[in-house]
């Protein structure tokens, strides 16, 4: 019989469906893998076994009641801990929230419930998604699967350490500035941000609402476009007031290849400082492999990217100051005892009830906000945010996609980067995507000649044009073969009896 | 302290309101699907999103929206076709999400107007004032500051204004009755959610201080509320009365709310600043809280005028701070004192898009727009010929109007007015008695109608129609029954009348011969006598007139 990694979510659902194996055996070797797996890599904080086996347990009655079963039957997910699953402890990976249990489902967990997925547990994070290595998690930090010396990435770290190890076959996360592509790339799995408002936000912890969207990592291309089905198909989410409509079947055109499609290339990322060499040729590499497959490469300038990351670092914690204010000690959460009042309590429960970089960002936005430096910065930031969303409207008058690194390097050791500005710039090339709303997604292009750690590219699309980036993806994936599960990891534990 | 009247000849007072009022007939809540409702138990219509929870997102209520703007709409504002909601910052648990969604700088509707009539005594209160120049625009500077918005939030301004270009100030038109009307500009109304209901246990007076614990309740919590700001263009308690009057009679022909003050759905807060009469620069106003029925509005600010001359007079210093009106000990204490202004960090909410209002839509709103009171008014008194006070307190409250109407089908002039008289002194008063609503009375226009016919019959006198309504109300019967089961039914039969005089007057020899001497007072007597001897049945007026012929 197969070990569970060996299986992408599409031949997971396949075999439930032919009856090759239960629901309930993918459950069980799931839950095996991440009991011989996860000690070492660490991505899991809360393991629902009961929620996956009824999960399963009910495929399994539909199959034998001779009923049609859904898209991802029986495929093991992963959920990031900011998203709410009725049952289960949503922590944000905070001290704040350690003990706080949702009441009810967020709506992409939700549809991926309902599109038959089996819920094996809650996943590692930068505290309230603040981070790009998972080292800001209040609880225990999450191994890089092909490093376990190296971070997975972040903020949704565990999100794709758990599909890397392949300890699931899907998982969530979410990007505010990176935070699903660049944890891809480190862990060398596909990891998808759709268009702002393509996927409800709803029952996701918010970080910055204007920023946040929720995406699937898996293993192969197929499998994150199944995701994106089992995410949009039922229509927009009348729960959340930004999202739209998106009548797309995302597996349809997979494999329609890049044949006279013309890929944009933007020589000033490709020079950037900070960029590491076998990441370049990588990408150049990519770029290659587009040509050859038909593909018209192109160079096409984004002229004010670089003011990106300052008006992320504006956007980002003014919203996050607002968002995480409801966290006051108050009515759930971490609560100070022994308080004089009312303003200590709340004063003190956040004092101690937050991390460091969760503190730091809150407070940048609180005086962001501020009157007499709202205008200075705010605004700014939102003019810089109109430049970008037009430099990458102009570029798409003269290309359909463009290649891009996903992250300047590939990951990096635990405790390398101290200095939480170095950490920042390691969004470099994901966070205008994020500022200016349209998709990108992070493909993985084998293994760093130098590092012989996995190496990502990006590509991007305009704004609703998700279905497009799979092709490419696609096409890419061809080329450089699908993400294998990470060598340490494989084959330990997970066997389907 | 001096009387008002006396203040006000050497003072004039600057005074702009702030109302909110909660749009109680909605359905659900602003940003949610709860149900609207805050007389059930604590905390029984809450969900993730009105209790803030981690992850929960507002989706806001479309006849809200709808709601506002004809409020908009009947207050000749400008409704802007596109604005947004923001963030408004503070912590404290009334607000699940520590802050509050609300407007920034454009309100759905902005630049509105109100034409109040001041009749009767308040109307001395505003002597013939001179207004000086260029004071329009330092008013409207004041109040911009006064609901704590700098115009630079990167949102554009309103369409068809200025900046602060709220229109000039409007002169007071004198009539010859000693009454006038004034315009009061509208700054703006904003949408906004409201708060959760906090009891404080065990301390003094309700309050927190010292309280040994406080309980919240969410069920008002994201409830629809809608502020009105005014232009500080009022100058007299007896026109903020009106105003707040006028609006409340608007609001409820809308349909938007209860409107009930005593229950909180729509509130008032004051601010008031004196001035030399003359004098152009504002003085330092102070905003007054507490101000929950239109007795309180006008007693708290009059003592707020009262009580600031005396300061300034006595050579002291008003001091920017808010004040609490107690009505029991009637005067005003202070709450809290403002030094500066507090920072609430408004920010454009991100989960909710900016509204972009088309004219589809707000065409249909107008045109579902009821008729207004002050319309009605002009009608009533038009096409009914009723008195135009009458016209104005009928057309005031819609239920009282459509039932008007009712009862009054095809009458006009005196008969018109017969049944307006009913509706204002029996049906109002005894409503009041009851604390029951029209509907709850279960009395028809049809009954009304009846009573009116027979006092316009002379059935029965005016006496009797008081007798025969109570009865109405109690009982449900017909006026008709009532009279005729009472043997109430006054005849106005000379024929029948004529034996009653006549044994009166040989009964009561002395007091005929005084009248046949010139004491016309001991009419009354005799009449009396009349009635007395008819069991009330008598038609007073003719048994004068019979007395009168008998005697001369």
């Known amino acids: ?497 | 302290m001096k009387e008002l009247a006396e203040v006000l000849k050497d003072w004039e007072a600057v005074i702009g309101l702030e109302i909110h009022t909660e749009l109680t007939t909605l359905d659900t809540k602003m940003f949610c699907g709860c149900t609207l409702s805050h007389d059930d138990e604590p905390n029984a219509h809450v969900c993730p999103v009105c209790l803030g929870l981690p992850g929960a997102l507002p989706v806001p209520n479309e006849r809200a929206i709808e709601y506002i703007v004809k409020a908009g709409l009947a207050t000749n504002c400008q409704i802007q076709k596109r604005s947004m909601f923001y963030r408004k910052h503070y912590f404290y648990p009334d607000m699940a999400k520590n802050f509050q969604t609300t407007q920034g700088p454009v309100a759905f509707c902005m630049h509105g107007r109100l034409d109040l009539d001041v009749r009767g005594r308040g109307a001395a209160e505003r002597p013939e004032c001179a207004f000086g120049e260029g004071e329009a625009s330092s008013l409207a500077s004041a109040s911009a500051n006064a609901v704590g918005l700098s115009a630079s939030m990167g949102e554009q301004m309103p369409e068809g204004a200025s900046c602060g270009g709220a229109g000039e100030l409007g002169l007071p038109e004198r009539f010859d009755d000693g009454s006038y009307r004034v315009p009061i500009r509208i700054l703006r109304i904003h949408m906004e959610e409201d708060a959760a209901k906090l009891n404080h246990l065990g301390g003094e007076e309700g309050r927190i201080t010292a309280a040994a614990e406080s309980l919240v309740d969410y069920n008002r919590c994201g409830t629809p509320l809608i502020e009105l700001v005014t232009e500080p263009d009022l100058r007299t308690p007896e026109e903020a009365r009106l105003f707040m009057e006028k609006l409340r009679r608007i609001f409820l022909t809308l349909g938007i709310s209860d409107c009930s003050m005593e229950k909180g759905s729509m509130r008032c807060d004051g601010n008031v600043s004196l001035r030399r009469r003359g004098e152009t620069a504002l003085g330092t106003k102070t905003e007054l809280k507490n101000l929950n029925s239109f007795k309180a509005l006008h007693d708290g600010l009059a003592y707020e005028i009262c009580r600031q001359a005396e300061v300034l007079e006595e050579g002291g210093v008003i001091y920017q701070e808010t004040r609490h009106w107690e009505p029991s000990r009637k005067r005003t204490v202070v709450m809290r004192v403002k030094e500066t202004a507090d920072d609430y960090r408004l920010f454009p909410d991100p989960d909710l898009a900016p509204f972009d209002l088309s004219d589809e839509f707000i065409d249909r709103c107008a045109s579902e727009l009821p008729e207004l009171p002050d319309a009605k008014r002009d009608r009533f008194e038009g096409a009914f010929g009723i008195k135009r006070a009458d016209a104005e307190q009928i057309a005031g409250d819609p239920a009282t109007a459509a039932f008007f109407e009712q009862a009054a089908d095809g009458l006009a002039g005196k008969a018109a007015q017969v049944v307006a008289n009913l509706i204002v002194n029996e049906l109002a008063g005894y409503l009041k008695a009851a604390g029951a609503s029209l509907e709850e009375s279960g009395i028809a226009p049809t009954q009304v109608a009846s009573l009116a016919r027979l006092l316009a019959e002379d059935a029965i006198s005016s006496n009797q129609a008081h007798e025969v309504f109570e009865a109405m109300a109690e009982s449900g019967d017909d006026p008709e029954k009532i009279v005729d089961e009472r043997g109430m039914r006054q005849v106005s039969d000379a024929g029948a009348l004529q034996p009653i005089v006549d044994e009166v007057l040989a009964r009561c020899a002395d007091q005929a011969q005084q009248y046949r001497d010139g004491n016309q007072k001991v009419i009354g007597f005799l009449v009396g006598q009349c009635m007395k001897a008819s069991r009330g049945s008598g038609n007073p007026k003719l048994f004068n007139e019979l007395l009168r012929a008998s005697l001369s």
């Not at chain 1, 060996?6 to 893998?33: K, P, Y």
């Not at chain 1, 967990?109 to 800001?136: H, W, Y």
């Not at chain 1, 020589?267 to 990519?286: D, I, K, N, T, Y």
């Not at chain 1, 200016?436 to 590509?459: C, F, K, M, T, W």
């Open chain 1, 1 to 497: 019989m197969a070990w569970i990694d060996s299986l992408s979510a599409a031949q997971i659902a396949a075999g439930v469906v032919a009856g090759e194996f239960g629901a309930t055996e993918v459950a069980r070797a799931s839950l095996d893998a991440v009991e011989c797996r996860d000690a070492e890599v660490g991505a899991f904080l809360q393991v629902s076994a009961d929620a996956a086996l009824e999960a399963a347990a009910r495929i399994d009655a539909s199959r034998a009641a001779g009923d049609p079963l859904p898209p991802l039957a029986g495929v093991p997910l992963a959920i990031k801990d900011n998203m709410n699953l009725a049952g289960t402890r949503t922590t944000c990976a905070s001290q704040m929230l350690a003990s706080y249990e949702s009441v009810y489902t967020a709506t992409c967990v939700q549809r991926m419930l309902d599109a038959g997925c089996l819920p094996i547990g809650k996943v590692n994070m930068d505290e309230f998604a603040f981070g790009s290595s998972t080292e800001n998690s209040a609880f225990h930090p999450t191994n890089n699967p092909w490093d376990l010396e190296r971070v997975p990435g972040g903020s949704s770290g565990g999100s794709a350490a758990a599909v890397a190890a392949g300890e699931v076959a899907l998982s969530l996360g979410s990007d505010t500035g990176g935070s699903i592509r660049q944890p891809a790339s480190f862990c060398g799995v596909v990891g998808m941000k759709p268009t702002y408002g393509a996927v409800s936000r709803y029952g996701v912890v918010a970080f910055g609402s204007s920023l946040d969207q929720v995406g699937p990592f898996g293993r192969t291309v197929e499998d994150v476009a199944l995701a994106m089905n089992a995410l949009t198909a039922p229509g927009r989410d009348p729960l959340d007031g930004t999202s739209q409509e998106f009548a797309v079947d995302f597996c349809e055109h997979l494999d329609d290849g890049v044949t006279g499609r013309r890929v944009g290339v933007v020589p000033a990322l490709m020079e950037a400082e900070g960029l590491a060499p076998e990441v370049r040729r990588a990408v150049e590499r990519a770029a290659a492999q587009l040509e050859q497959q038909g593909a018209q490469v192109v160079e096409v300038e984004l002229p004010h990217l670089d003011a990106a990351i300052a008006a992320y670092y504006v956007i980002g914690p003014a919203e996050a100051f607002s968002n995480l204010a409801r966290f006051d000690g108050i009515r759930y959460g971490y609560q100070e005892e022994d308080c004089a009042n009312l303003a200590q309590q709340s004063a003190l429960s956040r004092a101690h009830g937050f991390g460091r970089e969760a503190k730091r960002r809150q407070m940048l936005g609180a005086y962001l906000l501020s009157s007499g430096v709202y205008d200075k910065y705010y605004y700014a930031a939102q003019k810089a945010r109109t430049m970008i969303t037009r430099d990458y409207a102009r570029a798409f008058e003269q290309v359909d996609a463009i290649l891009m690194p996903a992250a300047p390097r590939t990951a990096f050791k635990h405790g390398e980067l101290s200095d939480p500005t170095q950490m920042y710039l390691s969004d470099l090339y994901t966070i205008s995507l994020n500022i200016a709303g349209n998709g990108g997604i992070s493909v993985p292009l084998g293994l760093g000649e130098d590092s012989g750690l996995p190496v990502s590219a990006q590509l991007v699309a305009p704004a609703f044009h998700d279905r497009e980036l799979l092709t490419y993806a696609r096409a890419l994936e061809v080329a450089f073969g699908a993400a294998p599960v990470a060598p340490a990891c494989a084959q330990k534990g997970g066997e389907l009896a």
